[in-house]
């Protein structure tokens, strides 16, 4: 028995487009964004997803809702899927926050526990993302089956490090995740143990896989 887990990240904004830091803010899903997600939907039809949790941000809950309507799902909203807040840097294009802070973004790529001025780090990130899928875990309506979150490149980049149990020095190991390209696993109980889904060992299946 298994259960795999899909993360999708949203599709392209304009803020993505101007290489522009968005973290937490509200940004809207641009034309070629909206393209995304209607072949994104196309291309998960035959993956037997069951379920579709998404983070409240727009650019993600747009995605989630596009895909939804293709397979026939309902989407649940939930804040700990949001994207890492960038404290200061949010709204700042990358060549503003080079200027600004020398050197700081390649910290904040390659030490996971490294924290944007104001914001939080890939660690925090991962800790309060972790919940939803241990609570997905306990319900029966995901056995054999898929579940999709919808969420954003550093978050999903997070979750699935932390899932996998790498050390932190691996975090920086996966590439940054394109638009509507995903992160796919699945989890067994683990050998050993008391054969329930409250001790699992999860497998990487694909990274960065999507339509586009």
Not at 31 to 53: F, N, P, S, T, Y
Not at 75 to 91: A, K
Not at 173 to 197: C, E, H, I, V, Y
Request: hydrophobic residues 40%; aromatic residues 6%; glycine residues 10%.
């Amino acid at each position: 028995m298994s259960r795999r887990l899909i993360m999708m990240r949203h599709g392209q904004t304009t803020y993505n487009a101007g290489r522009r830091m968005q973290g937490q803010l509200d940004t809207q899903l641009s034309d070629a964004g909206l393209a995304q997600a209607h072949a994104a939907a196309e291309w998960v039809k035959g993956m037997g997803i069951v379920k579709i949790v998404s983070s409240d941000l727009s650019r993600a809950s747009t995605t989630a809702e596009i895909v939804g309507e293709k397979l026939g799902l309902d989407v649940e909203l939930d804040p700990r899927l949001r994207e890492t807040h960038l404290g200061d840097w949010q709204g700042m294009t990358h060549e503003e926050v080079d200027g600004a802070y020398v050197g700081a973004r390649a910290a904040w790529r390659h030490d996971p526990a490294w924290t944007p001025p104001g914001g939080e780090s890939r660690l925090d990130v991962a800790e309060r993302a972790r919940p939803v899928v241990d609570k997905l875990l306990q319900w029966d309506g995901w056995d054999d089956a898929a579940v999709l979150l919808v969420a954003h490149g550093g978050t999903i980049s997070a979750l699935t490090s932390n899932l996998l149990d790498l050390e932190h020095a691996q975090y920086p190991l996966l590439k940054s995740l394109d638009n509507t390209n995903t992160s796919q696993l699945f989890a067994r109980p683990r050998m050993g143990g008391d054969g329930s889904w409250n001790d699992v060992q999860w497998y990487l299946e694909a990274w960065n896989q999507g339509a586009c």
